[in-house]
């Protein structure tokens, strides 16, 4: 079964650093997502994106972060500089179509900023 | 306006007993209530999933319960086993590609 793949599983980084988190959605999906669950806390919605632009976003999605498909295949989210309270766990989602509600995750990315 | 409350934080269940969890909502233009189920380190995956229009779905060993006036719904884990041990989230969302708010989560233990 096709399954959303994100790399990498775990990423360390400094304070103040650049991270770049990749995710490879479905083949044939057209709407993407990012979200983020800090520890023990509940799922965040980030940010959506479809037709190469940015759909919606969270308050937590603020200048810092970015998104971009740039290969047709992969999403990426990019966080500038990292601050310790962006330590979580970081999961794509994608859907097969706008009227299709099942959002497919990512097995997701754990980043620890230190 | 767009929490999703659920409870409760932690469940026991022994094996082949009921797992019930609540949720609440306030926003009433959420129109799809799915549940997640995730497991240790892997991402949220889809369980099942209401609409408003039905009070109750069932899939299985799971079934949704739907109170659209209480603005609540909830998940019944049927003969429940150790296998069902995971967290559960609730969630809702105005429907088709919208995002989705998701409950705390609860996460349950099933016990031989």
């Known amino acids: 079964e096709p399954e959303v793949t994100q790399t990498p599983s775990h990423q360390v980084t400094q304070m103040g650093q650049e991270v770049i988190l990749r995710c490879v959605p479905i083949?044939?999906?057209?709407?993407f997502y990012w979200y983020r669950q800090i520890l023990g806390q509940k799922v965040e919605f980030l940010v959506s994106f479809y037709n190469n632009e940015i759909s919606e976003k969270s308050e937590i999605f603020d200048d810092q972060f970015s998104v971009e498909r740039p290969d047709g295949s992969n999403f990426t989210l990019k966080i500038r500089s990292t601050k310790l309270e962006d330590s979580a766990m970081y999961f794509c989602?994608?859907?097969?179509?706008?009227?299709?509600?099942?959002?497919?995750f990512g097995p997701g990315t754990r980043l620890l900023v230190l | 306006q767009q929490q999703v409350k659920q409870s409760p934080q932690s469940l026991i269940v022994q094996k082949g007993g009921i797992s019930i969890i609540n949720c609440a909502y306030e926003n009433t233009a959420f129109d799809y209530f799915p549940w997640y189920q995730q497991f240790p380190g892997k991402g949220p995956a889809l369980l099942i999933a209401i609409r408003p229009d039905v009070s109750e779905k069932k899939e299985g060993r799971f079934t949704i319960s739907f109170n659209k006036s209480a603005k609540q719904f909830s998940l019944h884990i049927m003969d429940s086993q150790p296998g069902d041990s995971a967290t559960y989230f609730c969630a809702a969302g105005p429907g088709g590609y919208q995002k989705v708010t998701f409950g705390t989560g609860t996460k349950l233990q099933v016990i031989p």
């Open positions: 989602a994608s859907i097969l179509q706008l009227r299709q509600e099942t959002q497919y």
């Open positions: 083949s044939n999906h057209l709407y």
